[in-house]
């Protein structure tokens, strides 16, 4: 069965590559400005943060939410073959700039091998396994190729998949299924609710009471759950969560979380 360890970010193995080549914007996520291309200035010599436990307290809160899928570290290892950016300055750019792009490849491979992963999408198996290999391969080619990669193309075509994928799990679940794709929940009074199979693709969910809420087979692919309030949610088998989305939620000890996902420490 297919395994999500390589799209796990692995930070030590990795050039701070998120703590330099993103924009910084001063607000409640980040205590300061900085341009794409300029290092933060609490990145240590050997590509670790002087803040790390303290990112919350320090202002910068949007650090312990960001998740690169472990794009970081494969373009580090791999597609710079442990190249670093201090050391050969001249390869800097193109490397800042693969970041977005294997960073996105491997959000598809995250979705695509949950997909894999599921009993109930048997019957689209080998779609999965074409869609994962073709993705896969796209994250192995060198810089060049990489950045003239068509991402959106690629994500187009593995979305027909990801739909089928949802339709499959969310029919599995009895009674009628709510479609709240898109839908503005900005804040909504959803504590206690049975929201199983509920189509929640794109929702915003900013700041929403989802405490105690049942969110299993509900698809949360692009879902925003930024101050979300999870403090007993179950998200044990919900639909294409990520950890980003975890980490700008708030929980605590009773959220139920699947195994591939980690507790934020902040929660």
């Known amino acids: 069965m297919p395994h999500h360890d390589p799209l796990t970010a692995d930070c030590g193995s990795c050039f701070g590559l998120c703590c330099v ?34 990112l919350r307290d320090k ?42 792009v294997m960073r996105q490849l491997h959000e598809l491979l995250w979705y695509l091998t949950e997909a894999r992963s599921l009993d109930v999408t048997r019957e689209l198996h080998t779609e999965l396994d074409t869609a994962l290999g073709e993705t896969q391969a796209l994250t192995l080619t060198d810089p060049d190729t990489l950045l003239a990669v068509d991402v959106a193309g690629q994500r187009a075509r593995v979305d027909v998949l990801l739909q089928a994928t949802s339709r499959l799990v969310r029919g599995g ?70 950890q980003s989305q975890v980490n700008a939620a708030r929980g605590d000890a009773t959220t139920r979380l699947t195994e591939r996902l980690s507790r934020p420490a902040h929660w």
């Open 21 to 54: 080549a993103l924009t910084f914007t001063r607000s409640a996520d980040f205590a300061m400005d900085k341009a794409a291309g300029d290092p933060c200035p609490n990145l240590e010599p050997e590509f670790g943060c002087g803040i790390h436990d303290r």
């Open 59 to 100: 202002g910068f809160s949007g650090c312990t939410v960001y998740d690169c899928f472990g794009a970081g570290q494969k373009i580090s290892q791999i597609t710079f073959g442990g190249r670093d950016w201090r050391s050969e300055p001249g390869g800097a750019k193109q490397m800042f700039a693969a970041l977005p």
């Open 173 to 242: 679940v009895r009674g009628k299924k709510k479609d709240r794709r898109g839908a503005d929940l900005i804040g909504a009074r959803l504590a206690n609710a049975d929201l199983r199979g509920t189509n929640l693709r794109g929702a915003y969910l900013i700041a929403a009471d989802l405490r105690r809420a049942d969110l299993r087979q509900a698809d949360l692919i692009g879902a925003d759950l930024r101050d979300a309030d999870v403090r007993g949610a179950d998200l044990t088998a919900c639909l294409f969560l990520t």
